[in-house]
């Protein structure tokens, strides 16, 4: 993503930062507290009531249908997926597990529908509250699927049921990469053995959420709608990412803390905020044009090569789960990601929204609040809005 700072002249500066947001396909029900976030340009094409939607691609050959069974009919999740696809010819194949400690069924399913065979996938989950099950699918003609596979499942596991799904892996990734135990990785932060716990499972688990939206990011490139699938790119990332990252960020802050509130007790996160930040600009650097470029943060902790906008991501999650404010900042102009902390101090600095946030350059081994000079402009920087 980013190019790697060798030798740059740095200074103090600060940026007014033109905020935008671009508003994405995200549905939503406050009634049955579900949501999608479906890849960009899919439209409502009919509707019944709350409970019944079938929409579609605008320029993909991608159609998806969304029910909310209310009156009892179905008694588990797999009956329901079953006999939905069922009324519509499928041949399916459903597995069953649990997600959010909820009952779900994911079915991958065949059917022909106007001399049409299509192919794709299926996904039910119970509601929380008892508001009912949710059955959901999404399909594309057969000789297309190889093409938009990775679009159905990204659509499908981007799929909340509640608001702490927000900040978990989705269903489809949670199913196909259950966790295989903990193990303890050590880091070194501000002169610190820090022992920081992980599952097995994480990195192959994140490395697959890369890809997958990656692919999702690729059929975007040069369209209207190139820039909000790169903001949704970061967003499924992070929400992956930020559920596996929660003990490990614990950990940390009971080390750090201790010792930030006795070597600056008048800003005790100042020294949090800096002490990560020198740590993330020792990490191995690496670019991977082959791939996604881009590395998935727990895969960065554990020393895997990365670049700008996997430490940014990082420090971004790390941070606010200790309670310290901080935004992801992207240049698309400079191919480059800083991350913007909410914390007293002096240097380079965006206002977003009322609140200003010191900048933290992960490439360079600079302090906090130093940048390059050459990358001053304003209005080439831009906020990818994530949950919190």
Same mark, same amino acid.
Request: aromatic fraction near 14%.
């Given at each position: 993503?980013?190019?790697?700072?060798?030798?740059?002249?740095?200074?103090?500066?600060?940026?007014? !930062?033109?905020?935008?947001?671009?508003?994405?396909?995200?549905?939503?029900?406050?009634?049955?507290?579900?949501? !999608?976030?479906?890849?960009?340009?899919?439209?409502?094409?009919? @509707?019944?009531?709350?409970?019944?939607?079938?929409? @579609?691609?605008?320029?993909?050959?991608?159609?998806?249908?969304?029910?909310?069974?209310?009156?009892?009919? =179905?008694?588990?999740?797999?009956?329901?997926?079953?006999?939905?696809?069922?009324?519509?010819?499928?041949?399916?194949?459903?597995?069953?597990?649990?997600?959010?400690?909820?009952?779900?069924?994911?079915?991958?399913?065949?059917?022909?529908?106007?001399?049409?065979?299509?192919?794709?996938?299926?996904?039910?989950?119970?509601?929380?509250?008892?508001?009912?099950?949710?059955?959901?699918?999404?399909?594309?003609?057969?000789?297309?699927?190889?093409?938009?596979?990775?679009?159905?499942?990204?659509?499908?596991?981007? !799929?909340?049921?509640?608001?702490?799904?927000?900040?978990?892996?989705?269903?489809?990734?949670?199913?196909?990469?259950?966790?295989? /135990?903990?193990?303890?990785?050590?880091?070194?932060?501000?002169?610190?053995?820090? +022992?920081?716990?992980?599952? !097995?499972?994480?990195?192959?688990? /994140?490395?697959?959420?890369? #890809?997958?939206?990656?692919?999702?990011?690729?059929?975007?490139?040069?369209?209207?709608?190139?820039?909000?699938?790169?903001?949704?790119?970061?967003?499924?990332?992070?929400?992956? @990412?930020?559920?596996?990252?929660?003990?490990?960020?614990? #950990?940390?802050?009971?080390?750090? /803390?201790?010792?930030?509130?006795?070597?600056?007790?008048?800003? +005790?996160?100042?020294?949090?905020?800096?002490?990560?930040?020198?740590?993330?600009?020792?990490? +191995?650097?690496?670019?991977?044009?082959?791939?996604?470029?881009?590395?998935? +943060?727990?895969?960065?902790?554990?020393?895997?090569?990365?670049?700008?906008?996997?430490?940014?991501?990082?420090?971004?999650?790390?941070?606010?789960?200790?309670?310290?404010?901080?935004?992801?900042?992207?240049?698309? #102009?400079?191919?480059?990601?800083?991350? /913007?902390?909410?914390?007293?101090?002096?240097?380079?600095?965006?206002? =977003?929204?009322?609140?200003?946030?010191?900048?933290?350059?992960?490439?360079?081994?600079?302090?906090?609040?130093?940048? @390059?000079?050459?990358?001053?402009?304003?209005?080439?920087?831009?906020?990818?809005?994530?949950?919190?």
């Amino acid at each position: 993503m980013c190019k790697q700072i060798k030798f740059v002249v740095l200074v103090v500066l600060s940026i007014l !930062i033109f905020s935008f947001s671009l508003h994405g396909e995200v549905f939503t029900s406050d009634q049955y507290g579900y949501s !999608i976030d479906f890849p960009e340009g899919f439209t409502i094409a009919n @509707a019944s009531g709350e409970e019944s939607y079938f929409f @579609a691609h605008q320029s993909f050959p991608l159609s998806a249908v969304l029910r909310i069974y209310t009156d009892g009919r =179905y008694t588990d999740v797999k009956t329901a997926s079953d006999d939905s696809l069922k009324k519509l010819g499928a041949s399916s194949d459903t597995n069953t597990f649990q997600w959010r400690n909820t009952a779900c069924a994911l079915s991958y399913f065949t059917m022909t529908m106007d001399n049409t065979k299509y192919e794709g996938w299926g996904f039910s989950s119970s509601l929380p509250s008892g508001k009912g099950i949710l059955f959901f699918m999404m399909y594309t003609p057969q000789e297309n699927y190889a093409v938009y596979n990775k679009c159905i499942v990204s659509s499908i596991d981007s !799929i909340c049921i509640d608001r702490g799904s927000f900040f978990e892996s989705g269903p489809v990734t949670s199913f196909a990469y259950p966790p295989e /135990g903990k193990k303890t990785v050590e880091l070194l932060v501000a002169g610190l053995t820090i +022992p920081v716990t992980v599952d !097995i499972i994480d990195s192959e688990a /994140g490395e697959f959420v890369v #890809e997958r939206e990656f692919n999702v990011l690729t059929l975007y490139a040069g369209t209207e709608l190139q820039e909000r699938a790169r903001q949704r790119y970061y967003q499924q990332i992070y929400r992956d @990412a930020y559920g596996r990252l929660k003990k490990t960020s614990f #950990e940390i802050s009971a080390v750090i /803390g201790s010792k930030a509130l006795e070597t600056n007790p008048s800003s +005790p996160d100042y020294y949090t905020a800096a002490s990560l930040l020198n740590w993330t600009q020792n990490l +191995p650097y690496e670019r991977n044009f082959s791939k996604s470029d881009f590395t998935h +943060p727990v895969s960065a902790l554990q020393g895997k090569g990365s670049d700008c906008d996997s430490r940014a991501m990082l420090l971004t999650i790390l941070y606010r789960q200790m309670n310290i404010g901080a935004e992801f900042f992207l240049s698309t #102009e400079y191919s480059h990601s800083v991350v /913007g902390v909410d914390v007293p101090g002096k240097g380079a600095a965006i206002d =977003y929204e009322g609140t200003m946030y010191l900048l933290g350059e992960t490439t360079a081994k600079v302090d906090l609040g130093l940048m @390059a000079q050459d990358m001053s402009d304003s209005s080439k920087w831009f906020v990818i809005p994530l949950a919190e």
